[in-house]
C-alpha cells in the first residue's frame, strides 16, 4: 500500500508560481513512476506530468516549458514546480503513483486545489 499525501496549492496570480509536493513515507523506492494529474471543473482528468525511477520524465504539451517535475529521494517526496501559470491550470491537482509488482497497483493522493486568478 502506497499513501501519497499533497500540499502547496493555493491560489495565485496569472505569471506566478507554485510547487506542489507529493510525500510518499515508507515507500518512495518501491515506486516506478510518480506524477500529478489534474482536473477542472466539468472536464476529465489528463495526466501533467510523469516521472519514472529510471528519471525519465513525460508531459503534457500545455505545460511544457513552465512546469517541472522532480523528487528527493532523501524526503520520498515528488515536487512539481509549475511557473507562468495561466487560468487554464486552474485545476484540482492529483499526486499519483505507479507500483509493479505481480501486476500494475495505482495509487492517488486526495488532490490540492490550484487557483489561478487575478
Known amino acids: 500500500q502506497v499513501q501519497l499525501v499533497e500540499s502547496g496549492g493555493g491560489l495565485v496570480q496569472p505569471g506566478g508560481s507554485l510547487r506542489l509536493s507529493c510525500a510518499a513515507p515508507g515507500s518512495f523506492l518501491s515506486i516506478n513512476a510518480m506524477g500529478w494529474y489534474r482536473q477542472a471543473p466539468g472536464k476529465q482528468r489528463e495526466a501533467v506530468a510523469i516521472?519514472?525511477?529510471?528519471?525519465?520524465?513525460n508531459y503534457a504539451d500545455s505545460v511544457k516549458g513552465r512546469l517541472t517535475i522532480s523528487r528527493d529521494n532523501a524526503k520520498n517526496t515528488v515536487y512539481l514546480q509549475m511557473n507562468s501559470l495561466k487560468s487554464e491550470d486552474a485545476a484540482v491537482y492529483y499526486c499519483y503513483a505507479f507500483v509493479l509488482a505481480t501486476r500494475g497497483y495505482n495509487y492517488w493522493g486526495r488532490g490540492t486545489q490550484v487557483a489561478v486568478s487575478s
Open positions: 516521472l519514472t525511477s529510471g528519471g525519465s520524465t
